[in-house]
Protein backbone atom coordinates (compact mmCIF):
# COMPACT_ATOMS: atom_id res chain seq x y z
CA UNK A 1 0.00 0.00 0.00
CA UNK A 2 1.58 3.60 -0.66
CA UNK A 3 -0.12 6.80 0.95
CA UNK A 4 0.21 10.30 0.17
CA UNK A 5 1.73 12.63 2.57
CA UNK A 6 -0.34 15.53 2.73
CA UNK A 7 -0.94 18.40 5.20
CA UNK A 8 1.49 18.65 8.32
CA UNK A 9 -0.54 21.19 10.51
CA UNK A 10 -3.98 22.07 11.20
CA UNK A 11 -5.05 25.83 11.16
CA UNK A 12 -8.23 27.69 10.85
CA UNK A 13 -9.55 27.56 7.25
CA UNK A 14 -10.69 30.77 8.19
CA UNK A 15 -8.10 33.54 8.68
CA UNK A 16 -8.50 34.35 12.44
CA UNK A 17 -5.93 35.84 15.27
CA UNK A 18 -4.30 34.25 17.18
CA UNK A 19 -5.44 33.33 20.82
CA UNK A 20 -3.27 33.94 23.78
CA UNK A 21 -1.42 31.22 24.55
CA UNK A 22 -3.57 30.15 27.41
CA UNK A 23 -0.86 27.90 29.45
CA UNK A 24 1.59 30.43 29.45
CA UNK A 25 -0.61 33.35 29.57
CA UNK A 26 -2.07 31.60 33.23
CA UNK A 27 1.16 32.43 34.28
CA UNK A 28 2.65 35.56 32.14
CA UNK A 29 -0.27 36.81 30.95
CA UNK A 30 -0.24 38.47 27.65
CA UNK A 31 -3.44 39.82 25.62
CA UNK A 32 -2.03 41.22 23.26
CA UNK A 33 -2.63 39.43 20.04
CA UNK A 34 -6.31 38.69 20.94
CA UNK A 35 -7.69 42.11 19.14
CA UNK A 36 -5.32 41.44 15.81
CA UNK A 37 -6.83 39.74 13.34
CA UNK A 38 -4.52 37.88 10.09
CA UNK A 39 -4.49 39.73 7.15
CA UNK A 40 -2.65 38.16 4.30
CA UNK A 41 -3.24 40.16 1.17
CA UNK A 42 -4.78 39.43 -1.96
CA UNK A 43 -3.72 37.99 -4.79
CA UNK A 44 -4.60 39.85 -8.05
CA UNK A 45 -7.05 37.37 -9.20
CA UNK A 46 -9.55 39.40 -12.30
CA UNK A 47 -8.56 43.10 -10.28
CA UNK A 48 -7.31 45.36 -12.95
CA UNK A 49 -3.88 45.78 -13.15
CA UNK A 50 -1.07 46.96 -15.64
CA UNK A 51 2.23 45.36 -16.91
CA UNK A 52 5.32 46.39 -16.18
CA UNK A 53 6.56 48.44 -13.93
CA UNK A 54 9.78 48.58 -11.34
CA UNK A 55 8.57 47.43 -7.63
CA UNK A 56 11.11 48.49 -4.61
CA UNK A 57 10.83 46.63 -1.46
CA UNK A 58 12.58 47.79 1.93
CA UNK A 59 14.62 44.91 3.36
CA UNK A 60 15.33 45.25 7.08
CA UNK A 61 18.32 43.42 7.20
CA UNK A 62 20.66 42.78 4.16
CA UNK A 63 20.65 38.74 3.22
CA UNK A 64 23.56 36.65 3.26
CA UNK A 65 24.57 34.57 -0.02
CA UNK A 66 21.77 33.92 -2.17
CA UNK A 67 22.38 29.82 -1.80
CA UNK A 68 19.64 27.95 -0.51
CA UNK A 69 21.82 25.29 0.43
CA UNK A 70 24.14 27.03 2.51
CA UNK A 71 22.05 30.18 3.21
CA UNK A 72 20.34 30.91 7.06
CA UNK A 73 19.73 34.01 6.69
CA UNK A 74 15.78 35.05 6.53
CA UNK A 75 15.69 37.86 4.65
CA UNK A 76 17.53 35.65 1.67
CA UNK A 77 14.21 33.54 1.56
CA UNK A 78 12.60 36.92 0.26
CA UNK A 79 14.31 37.39 -2.79
CA UNK A 80 14.69 33.80 -2.99
CA UNK A 81 10.86 33.39 -2.92
CA UNK A 82 11.14 35.11 -6.89
CA UNK A 83 13.53 33.63 -8.47
CA UNK A 84 13.89 30.56 -6.92
CA UNK A 85 10.52 27.80 -6.85
CA UNK A 86 10.71 25.18 -4.43
CA UNK A 87 9.13 21.62 -5.17
CA UNK A 88 6.43 22.38 -2.61
CA UNK A 89 4.97 25.43 -1.00
CA UNK A 90 3.03 26.12 1.93
CA UNK A 91 -0.34 28.35 1.96
CA UNK A 92 -2.22 30.65 4.44
CA UNK A 93 -3.87 28.12 5.77
CA UNK A 94 -1.22 25.71 6.70
CA UNK A 95 -1.32 23.15 3.83
CA UNK A 96 1.34 21.73 1.88
CA UNK A 97 1.02 22.23 -2.04
CA UNK A 98 2.74 21.53 -4.80
CA UNK A 99 5.12 23.79 -6.63
CA UNK A 100 7.61 22.43 -8.95
CA UNK A 101 6.30 19.28 -7.84
CA UNK A 102 2.86 18.09 -9.43
CA UNK A 103 1.91 15.99 -6.65
CA UNK A 104 2.46 15.48 -2.89
CA UNK A 105 4.94 12.25 -2.49
CA UNK A 106 3.93 8.92 -2.25
CA UNK A 107 5.11 7.44 0.48
CA UNK A 108 5.99 3.26 0.74
CA UNK A 109 3.84 1.02 3.01
CA UNK A 110 7.38 0.58 5.02
CA UNK A 111 8.22 4.81 4.93
CA UNK A 112 11.34 4.04 3.41
CA UNK A 113 10.69 5.40 -0.28
CA UNK A 114 9.08 8.78 -1.14
CA UNK A 115 8.35 9.62 -4.92
CA UNK A 116 8.23 12.39 -6.19
CA UNK A 117 6.36 13.75 -9.57
CA UNK A 118 8.25 16.62 -11.03
CA UNK A 119 6.89 19.21 -13.79
CA UNK A 120 7.98 18.60 -17.67
CA UNK A 121 8.32 21.13 -19.94
CA UNK A 122 9.89 23.76 -17.54
CA UNK A 123 13.42 25.43 -17.94
CA UNK A 124 15.63 27.58 -15.61
CA UNK A 125 16.76 30.93 -16.09
CA UNK A 126 19.47 30.43 -18.55
CA UNK A 127 17.91 28.09 -20.32
CA UNK A 128 18.76 24.36 -19.59
CA UNK A 129 15.79 22.03 -19.19
CA UNK A 130 14.12 21.28 -15.61
CA UNK A 131 13.60 17.47 -14.83
CA UNK A 132 13.98 14.84 -12.88
CA UNK A 133 17.62 14.61 -12.88
CA UNK A 134 18.09 18.46 -12.26
CA UNK A 135 16.45 18.21 -8.98
CA UNK A 136 18.50 15.28 -8.16
CA UNK A 137 21.38 17.12 -8.33
CA UNK A 138 20.22 20.20 -6.16
CA UNK A 139 18.62 17.68 -3.28
CA UNK A 140 21.87 15.70 -3.72
CA UNK A 141 23.57 19.14 -2.90
CA UNK A 142 21.59 20.54 -0.41
CA UNK A 143 21.93 17.06 1.70
CA UNK A 144 25.64 16.36 0.78
CA UNK A 145 27.68 19.57 0.47
CA UNK A 146 29.81 20.05 3.31
CA UNK A 147 28.68 23.95 4.11
CA UNK A 148 25.04 22.86 3.95
CA UNK A 149 22.45 24.16 6.05
CA UNK A 150 19.79 21.61 4.82
CA UNK A 151 21.09 18.46 5.68
CA UNK A 152 19.11 17.95 8.84
CA UNK A 153 16.31 19.76 7.88
CA UNK A 154 15.93 16.67 5.32
CA UNK A 155 16.32 14.17 7.48
CA UNK A 156 18.01 10.00 7.38
CA UNK A 157 18.53 10.12 3.40
CA UNK A 158 19.85 7.13 1.77
CA UNK A 159 20.01 8.01 -1.54
CA UNK A 160 19.02 10.25 -4.40
CA UNK A 161 17.35 9.11 -7.73
CA UNK A 162 15.77 10.59 -10.93
CA UNK A 163 13.48 7.95 -12.14
CA UNK A 164 12.82 8.70 -15.80
CA UNK A 165 12.42 12.88 -16.42
CA UNK A 166 9.65 13.79 -14.38
CA UNK A 167 10.02 11.19 -10.79
CA UNK A 168 12.61 11.98 -8.24
CA UNK A 169 12.96 9.04 -6.09
CA UNK A 170 13.73 9.39 -2.17
CA UNK A 171 15.29 6.42 -0.27
CA UNK A 172 15.31 6.84 3.32
CA UNK A 173 17.12 4.65 6.15
CA UNK A 174 14.80 4.95 8.26
CA UNK A 175 10.86 6.54 7.93
CA UNK A 176 11.00 10.32 7.94
CA UNK A 177 7.66 11.77 8.26
CA UNK A 178 8.36 15.68 7.84
CA UNK A 179 10.31 15.71 4.42
CA UNK A 180 7.64 17.06 2.50
CA UNK A 181 7.64 20.11 4.72
CA UNK A 182 11.14 20.63 4.80
CA UNK A 183 11.23 20.05 0.74
CA UNK A 184 8.24 23.30 1.21
CA UNK A 185 11.33 25.33 1.71
CA UNK A 186 14.96 25.47 1.01
CA UNK A 187 15.48 22.19 1.22
CA UNK A 188 13.28 21.96 -2.08
CA UNK A 189 14.86 24.69 -4.16
CA UNK A 190 15.89 23.58 -6.87
CA UNK A 191 19.04 25.19 -8.73
CA UNK A 192 20.48 25.25 -12.61
CA UNK A 193 22.66 22.01 -13.06
CA UNK A 194 24.49 24.34 -15.74
CA UNK A 195 24.86 26.90 -12.94
CA UNK A 196 26.04 24.51 -10.39
CA UNK A 197 28.30 23.50 -12.54
CA UNK A 198 30.04 26.66 -13.48
CA UNK A 199 29.96 28.59 -10.29
CA UNK A 200 30.48 25.83 -7.59
CA UNK A 201 30.60 27.62 -4.08
CA UNK A 202 30.47 30.69 -6.13
CA UNK A 203 26.38 29.89 -7.04
CA UNK A 204 25.12 32.05 -4.35
CA UNK A 205 26.56 35.24 -6.30
CA UNK A 206 24.93 34.64 -9.34
CA UNK A 207 21.90 32.05 -8.57
CA UNK A 208 19.99 30.18 -11.35
CA UNK A 209 16.79 28.44 -10.71
CA UNK A 210 13.41 28.33 -11.74
CA UNK A 211 11.12 31.37 -10.81
CA UNK A 212 8.77 34.46 -11.95
CA UNK A 213 12.01 36.68 -11.85
CA UNK A 214 15.50 35.88 -12.47
CA UNK A 215 18.86 37.60 -10.63
CA UNK A 216 20.56 40.59 -12.35
CA UNK A 217 22.54 42.07 -9.95
CA UNK A 218 23.66 42.94 -5.98
CA UNK A 219 25.44 46.09 -4.16
CA UNK A 220 26.70 45.16 -1.19
CA UNK A 221 25.05 46.79 1.74
CA UNK A 222 22.52 48.83 -0.65
CA UNK A 223 20.31 46.24 -2.74
CA UNK A 224 19.56 43.62 -4.75
CA UNK A 225 17.75 43.55 -8.55
CA UNK A 226 15.80 40.62 -9.97
CA UNK A 227 14.14 41.14 -13.59
CA UNK A 228 11.08 39.41 -14.94
CA UNK A 229 12.49 35.92 -17.04
CA UNK A 230 10.65 35.55 -19.78
CA UNK A 231 11.66 31.34 -19.87
CA UNK A 232 9.18 31.15 -16.47
CA UNK A 233 6.25 28.49 -17.47
CA UNK A 234 3.97 30.93 -15.59
CA UNK A 235 4.88 34.24 -17.41
CA UNK A 236 1.49 35.31 -18.16
CA UNK A 237 0.85 35.62 -14.46
CA UNK A 238 4.10 37.60 -14.00
CA UNK A 239 3.37 41.81 -14.34
CA UNK A 240 6.07 43.49 -13.15
CA UNK A 241 9.78 44.53 -15.17
CA UNK A 242 11.68 44.50 -11.61
CA UNK A 243 11.63 43.98 -8.03
CA UNK A 244 14.40 45.75 -6.36
CA UNK A 245 15.28 44.81 -3.09
CA UNK A 246 16.59 48.05 -0.64
CA UNK A 247 18.21 47.80 2.08
CA UNK A 248 16.56 49.93 4.88
CA UNK A 249 17.82 48.86 8.31
CA UNK A 250 16.06 51.32 10.50
CA UNK A 251 12.76 50.85 10.75
CA UNK A 252 11.41 54.84 10.69
CA UNK A 253 13.51 54.74 7.18
CA UNK A 254 11.29 52.73 5.69
CA UNK A 255 8.03 53.97 7.54
CA UNK A 256 8.72 57.02 6.50
CA UNK A 257 10.01 55.99 2.51
CA UNK A 258 6.58 53.78 2.62
CA UNK A 259 4.21 56.85 3.65
CA UNK A 260 6.24 59.02 0.47
CA UNK A 261 5.91 56.05 -2.14
CA UNK A 262 9.37 55.93 -2.39
CA UNK A 263 9.22 52.14 -1.60
CA UNK A 264 5.93 50.18 -2.04
CA UNK A 265 6.74 47.04 0.47
CA UNK A 266 8.61 47.00 3.46
CA UNK A 267 9.40 43.27 4.93
CA UNK A 268 9.43 44.48 8.41
CA UNK A 269 7.00 46.91 10.39
CA UNK A 270 7.53 47.49 13.81
CA UNK A 271 4.79 47.01 16.42
CA UNK A 272 6.11 50.96 17.62
CA UNK A 273 4.39 52.06 13.76
CA UNK A 274 1.76 49.38 13.01
CA UNK A 275 -1.11 51.12 14.27
CA UNK A 276 -0.71 54.59 12.34
CA UNK A 277 0.02 52.58 9.39
CA UNK A 278 -2.95 50.72 9.56
CA UNK A 279 -5.14 53.85 10.00
CA UNK A 280 -3.12 55.52 7.02
CA UNK A 281 -5.60 54.69 3.97
CA UNK A 282 -3.03 55.15 1.58
CA UNK A 283 -2.00 51.91 2.90
CA UNK A 284 -2.09 48.11 3.76
CA UNK A 285 -0.90 46.48 6.92
CA UNK A 286 -0.70 42.75 6.45
CA UNK A 287 -0.04 41.16 9.64
CA UNK A 288 0.03 37.03 10.12
CA UNK A 289 0.44 34.91 12.93
CA UNK A 290 3.70 33.27 12.98
CA UNK A 291 5.33 29.72 13.03
CA UNK A 292 8.86 30.76 14.41
CA UNK A 293 9.87 32.19 18.10
CA UNK A 294 12.71 34.42 19.24
CA UNK A 295 14.93 33.89 22.59
CA UNK A 296 18.34 33.61 23.52
CA UNK A 297 20.92 31.34 22.53
CA UNK A 298 23.33 30.30 25.45
CA UNK A 299 26.30 28.44 24.25
CA UNK A 300 26.84 25.73 25.82
CA UNK A 301 29.74 23.79 23.46
CA UNK A 302 30.00 24.98 20.51
CA UNK A 303 33.72 25.89 20.25
CA UNK A 304 34.59 24.62 16.84
CA UNK A 305 31.71 25.62 15.25
CA UNK A 306 28.23 24.22 14.72
CA UNK A 307 28.02 20.63 13.48
CA UNK A 308 31.50 19.87 15.07
CA UNK A 309 32.09 18.06 18.49
CA UNK A 310 31.58 20.04 21.60
CA UNK A 311 33.78 20.82 24.09
CA UNK A 312 32.95 22.06 27.30
CA UNK A 313 32.95 25.87 28.13
CA UNK A 314 34.54 26.62 31.68
CA UNK A 315 31.34 29.43 32.41
CA UNK A 316 28.82 28.69 35.17
CA UNK A 317 26.36 29.58 31.98
CA UNK A 318 27.52 27.21 30.15
CA UNK A 319 28.13 24.13 32.66
CA UNK A 320 25.35 24.91 34.97
CA UNK A 321 21.79 24.49 34.47
CA UNK A 322 20.87 26.04 37.48
CA UNK A 323 22.63 29.22 36.13
CA UNK A 324 20.38 28.75 32.85
CA UNK A 325 17.12 27.95 34.80
CA UNK A 326 17.86 31.29 36.70
CA UNK A 327 18.13 33.49 33.79
CA UNK A 328 14.97 31.97 32.54
CA UNK A 329 13.00 32.70 35.93
CA UNK A 330 14.49 36.34 35.49
CA UNK A 331 12.70 37.01 32.00
CA UNK A 332 9.36 38.76 32.76
CA UNK A 333 8.17 37.37 29.37
CA UNK A 334 4.60 38.61 29.44
CA UNK A 335 5.06 41.87 30.60
CA UNK A 336 8.11 42.50 28.61
CA UNK A 337 6.55 41.96 25.15
CA UNK A 338 3.32 43.65 26.11
CA UNK A 339 5.34 46.52 26.79
CA UNK A 340 8.08 46.71 24.71
CA UNK A 341 6.02 45.46 21.76
CA UNK A 342 2.33 47.29 22.23
CA UNK A 343 0.84 44.24 22.76
CA UNK A 344 1.15 43.38 18.94
CA UNK A 345 3.35 39.71 19.91
CA UNK A 346 2.71 37.10 22.52
CA UNK A 347 5.75 35.49 24.89
CA UNK A 348 6.15 31.71 24.82
CA UNK A 349 8.75 29.60 25.74
CA UNK A 350 8.38 26.72 23.67
CA UNK A 351 9.48 26.08 19.94
CA UNK A 352 5.46 24.41 18.95
CA UNK A 353 3.18 26.52 17.44
CA UNK A 354 0.04 27.15 19.92
CA UNK A 355 -2.81 27.04 17.30
CA UNK A 356 -1.40 23.33 15.41
CA UNK A 357 -2.87 20.10 16.33
CA UNK A 358 0.97 19.62 17.92
CA UNK A 359 0.32 21.59 20.94
CA UNK A 360 -0.59 20.71 24.07
CA UNK A 361 -1.17 22.81 27.72
CA UNK A 362 2.41 21.42 29.06
CA UNK A 363 4.68 21.94 25.97
CA UNK A 364 3.45 25.77 26.15
CA UNK A 365 3.70 26.21 29.96
CA UNK A 366 5.64 29.19 31.09
CA UNK A 367 7.73 29.23 34.08
CA UNK A 368 6.57 32.32 36.32
CA UNK A 369 8.84 35.13 36.53
CA UNK A 370 10.40 34.78 39.63
CA UNK A 371 13.27 36.71 40.08
CA UNK A 372 13.89 35.48 44.29
CA UNK A 373 14.39 31.71 43.19
CA UNK A 374 16.69 33.09 40.22
CA UNK A 375 18.75 34.32 42.80
CA UNK A 376 18.55 31.13 44.81
CA UNK A 377 19.53 29.04 41.98
CA UNK A 378 22.40 31.29 41.75
CA UNK A 379 23.60 31.00 45.35
CA UNK A 380 22.70 26.88 45.27
CA UNK A 381 25.42 27.20 41.86
CA UNK A 382 27.88 28.68 43.94
CA UNK A 383 28.08 31.56 41.29
CA UNK A 384 28.44 35.37 42.95
CA UNK A 385 25.83 37.95 41.64
CA UNK A 386 25.75 39.97 39.76
CA UNK A 387 26.34 37.90 37.44
CA UNK A 388 27.62 38.78 34.02
CA UNK A 389 26.69 37.64 30.79
CA UNK A 390 27.76 39.84 27.21
CA UNK A 391 24.52 39.06 25.10
CA UNK A 392 24.75 39.57 21.43
CA UNK A 393 21.66 41.69 19.84
CA UNK A 394 20.57 42.81 16.15
CA UNK A 395 21.28 46.51 15.87
CA UNK A 396 17.14 47.27 15.15
CA UNK A 397 15.37 49.37 17.15
CA UNK A 398 13.44 46.70 18.38
CA UNK A 399 15.30 43.74 19.03
CA UNK A 400 17.60 46.61 21.24
CA UNK A 401 14.49 47.90 22.75
CA UNK A 402 13.18 44.61 24.02
CA UNK A 403 17.19 43.57 24.45
CA UNK A 404 17.36 46.92 27.58
CA UNK A 405 13.57 45.80 29.10
CA UNK A 406 15.41 41.94 29.34
CA UNK A 407 18.63 43.76 30.77
CA UNK A 408 16.38 45.38 33.41
CA UNK A 409 14.18 42.25 34.11
CA UNK A 410 16.79 39.77 34.42
CA UNK A 411 19.03 41.92 37.13
CA UNK A 412 16.08 41.40 39.58
CA UNK A 413 17.07 37.55 39.37
CA UNK A 414 20.61 38.70 40.00
CA UNK A 415 22.21 38.93 36.32
CA UNK A 416 24.28 41.89 34.59
CA UNK A 417 23.14 41.73 31.24
CA UNK A 418 25.95 43.43 28.71
CA UNK A 419 24.68 44.09 25.67
CA UNK A 420 26.48 43.58 22.46
CA UNK A 421 24.95 45.76 19.11
CA UNK A 422 25.95 43.30 16.45
CA UNK A 423 25.12 43.60 12.77
CA UNK A 424 22.77 40.81 11.28
CA UNK A 425 24.88 38.86 9.22
CA UNK A 426 27.89 39.32 11.72
CA UNK A 427 25.27 37.27 14.23
CA UNK A 428 24.82 34.83 11.74
CA UNK A 429 28.76 34.06 11.43
CA UNK A 430 28.69 34.24 15.24
CA UNK A 431 26.21 31.39 15.75
CA UNK A 432 28.00 29.46 13.00
CA UNK A 433 31.86 30.07 14.49
CA UNK A 434 30.24 29.29 18.63
CA UNK A 435 32.06 32.75 19.00
CA UNK A 436 29.39 33.83 21.93
CA UNK A 437 27.97 33.61 24.95
CA UNK A 438 24.40 34.14 24.86
CA UNK A 439 22.71 36.01 22.10
CA UNK A 440 18.98 37.12 21.42
CA UNK A 441 18.05 35.78 17.84
CA UNK A 442 14.84 33.88 16.46
CA UNK A 443 13.82 31.54 14.07
CA UNK A 444 11.10 32.26 11.00
CA UNK A 445 9.50 28.72 11.54
CA UNK A 446 8.48 25.88 9.61
CA UNK A 447 5.19 24.12 9.58
CA UNK A 448 6.42 21.21 10.65
CA UNK A 449 7.57 20.79 14.31
CA UNK A 450 10.89 19.23 13.67
CA UNK A 451 11.81 21.89 11.58
CA UNK A 452 11.78 24.40 14.22
CA UNK A 453 13.49 21.84 16.63
CA UNK A 454 15.31 19.06 15.19
CA UNK A 455 18.28 21.40 13.56
CA UNK A 456 18.72 23.16 16.85
CA UNK A 457 18.89 20.69 19.22
CA UNK A 458 19.88 17.31 17.46
CA UNK A 459 23.46 16.33 18.58
CA UNK A 460 25.92 17.40 15.37
CA UNK A 461 24.03 19.04 13.70
CA UNK A 462 25.20 21.72 11.34
CA UNK A 463 22.02 24.13 12.84
CA UNK A 464 22.92 23.08 16.25
CA UNK A 465 24.26 26.81 17.45
CA UNK A 466 24.39 26.04 21.23
CA UNK A 467 26.29 22.58 21.16
CA UNK A 468 23.65 21.19 22.77
CA UNK A 469 23.97 16.98 23.06
CA UNK A 470 20.88 15.55 24.79
CA UNK A 471 20.57 11.61 23.84
CA UNK A 472 17.68 11.49 24.87
CA UNK A 473 16.29 14.09 23.04
CA UNK A 474 18.03 12.94 19.63
CA UNK A 475 15.99 9.19 20.94
CA UNK A 476 12.99 11.74 20.97
CA UNK A 477 13.02 13.63 17.75
CA UNK A 478 13.81 11.07 15.91
CA UNK A 479 10.71 9.13 17.08
CA UNK A 480 8.95 11.84 16.28
CA UNK A 481 10.22 12.22 12.60
CA UNK A 482 9.35 8.49 12.47
CA UNK A 483 6.08 8.88 13.42
CA UNK A 484 2.81 9.68 11.18
CA UNK A 485 0.42 9.45 14.00
CA UNK A 486 -0.52 13.07 15.22
CA UNK A 487 -1.18 12.26 18.57
CA UNK A 488 2.06 10.38 19.35
CA UNK A 489 4.02 13.01 17.92
CA UNK A 490 2.45 15.53 19.94
CA UNK A 491 3.54 13.47 23.25
CA UNK A 492 6.81 12.71 22.06
CA UNK A 493 7.60 16.71 21.32
CA UNK A 494 5.67 17.81 24.36
CA UNK A 495 8.52 15.13 26.43
CA UNK A 496 11.32 16.90 24.20
CA UNK A 497 10.17 20.79 24.98
CA UNK A 498 10.45 19.54 28.87
CA UNK A 499 13.82 18.60 28.40
CA UNK A 500 14.92 21.68 26.58
CA UNK A 501 12.88 24.05 28.78
CA UNK A 502 15.13 21.92 31.99
CA UNK A 503 18.58 22.43 30.25
CA UNK A 504 18.37 25.67 28.69
CA UNK A 505 20.38 25.33 25.41
CA UNK A 506 17.74 28.06 24.05
CA UNK A 507 15.27 29.99 26.33
CA UNK A 508 12.56 30.84 24.25
CA UNK A 509 11.23 34.49 25.21
CA UNK A 510 8.61 35.38 22.13
CA UNK A 511 6.47 34.53 19.19
CA UNK A 512 6.29 37.48 16.54
CA UNK A 513 3.13 38.60 14.53
CA UNK A 514 4.53 39.19 11.36
CA UNK A 515 3.69 42.87 10.11
CA UNK A 516 4.16 44.32 6.56
CA UNK A 517 2.62 46.55 4.87
CA UNK A 518 2.67 47.69 1.35
CA UNK A 519 1.06 51.03 -0.58
CA UNK A 520 -2.56 50.66 -2.03
CA UNK A 521 -1.20 51.28 -5.15
CA UNK A 522 0.14 47.82 -5.48
CA UNK A 523 -1.87 44.08 -5.04
CA UNK A 524 -1.19 40.86 -4.92
CA UNK A 525 1.64 41.23 -2.10
CA UNK A 526 0.98 38.39 0.10
CA UNK A 527 2.47 36.78 3.45
CA UNK A 528 1.53 33.81 5.20
CA UNK A 529 2.81 32.34 8.52
CA UNK A 530 6.04 31.25 7.30
CA UNK A 531 6.66 34.72 6.78
CA UNK A 532 7.92 35.18 3.49
CA UNK A 533 6.34 38.20 1.93
CA UNK A 534 5.44 37.28 -1.69
CA UNK A 535 5.75 40.04 -4.22
CA UNK A 536 6.31 37.73 -7.46
CA UNK A 537 2.59 37.94 -8.47
CA UNK A 538 2.05 41.55 -7.56
CA UNK A 539 1.01 44.37 -9.84
CA UNK A 540 0.65 47.99 -9.83
CA UNK A 541 -3.07 48.85 -10.00
CA UNK A 542 -4.43 50.16 -13.70
CA UNK A 543 -5.94 49.38 -16.91
CA UNK A 544 -3.96 46.73 -18.65
CA UNK A 545 -1.47 47.82 -20.94
Same mark, same amino acid.
Given at each position: ?????????????????????????????????????????????????????????????????????????????????????????????????????????????????????????????????????????? $? !??? @???? =? %??????? &?? /?? *??? +?????????? $? !??? @???? =? %??????? &?? /?? *??? +???????????????????????????????????????????????????????????????????????????????????????????????????????????????????????????????????????????????????????????????????????????????????????????????????????????????????????????????????????????????????????????????????????????????????????????????????????????????????????????????????????????????????????????????
Amino acid at each position: MRVRLSRLLVFPVVAVGIAALAACGSVQKTDGSATHTDDFGTPVGTQKVRDGGELVMGLSSEPDRLDPTTSSSFYTRYVMNSICEKLYDNDSSGNLVPQLATALPTVSEDGLTATIPVRTGVKFADGTAFDAAAVQTS $L !QRH @FSLK =T %SQRTSEM &GP /IA *SIE +ASGPSTVVVH $L !QKP @FTPL =T %SALADRA &GM /IM *SPT +ALAAEGDNFGDNPVCVGPFKFSKRVPQTSIEVERDPLYYDAQHVHLNKITYRIMVDANIRAANLRSGDIQVADYISPQDAGTLKDDSKLRLLRSRALGFMGVYVNLGNVDGAGKPVKPIDTPLAKDARVREALSLSIDRGTLVDTVFDKWYEATCSPIVPQTTYATAAVNDCPAYDPAKAKQLLAEAGVQTPYPIKLAVQTSQDRLRYAQALQNSAAAGGFQIEIVPTEYSTLLDMQKRGNYEAMLLGWSGRIDPDGNIARFMTTGSSGNYSGYSAPAVDDLLGQAARTADTAKRANLYEQVVKQIQKDGPYLYTYRERYLTAHTTSVTGVEMYPDGVVRVAKAAFLGDKG
